[in-house]
């Protein structure tokens, strides 16, 4: 599955963790905007590992994309979605 998480944290070392833990389990994006074309079982350890990080007034948000919306998905500018980073039904 494609899921793309964003964040708005504005702790530094919080940010920086967050940061830290997505970039293992996909491709950075924007600053903030994070790729991951992970299994259910590794969005489950991505969302438990944000969770120790994530404090109040933190943002981050998940958004799964099924693979007709992975389809629409336009690139102006930055590097592009490549078939790697696609999850495919078969």
Known sequence: ML???CYDIPDDK???KASN???GFGTRVQRSVFECDITSIQFDKLKEN???VIEEGD???YYIL???CIEK???VQGMPV???QLYFAV
């Open 14 to 16: 919080r940010r920086n």
């Open 66 to 68: 099924c693979s007709n």
């Open 3 to 5: 899921v793309v998480v």
């Open 59 to 61: 943002g981050l948000r």
């Open 73 to 75: 998905i336009e690139v």
């Open 50 to 52: 944000l969770k120790r």
């Open 82 to 84: 490549t078939k790697t």
């Open 21 to 23: 833990i997505l970039k």
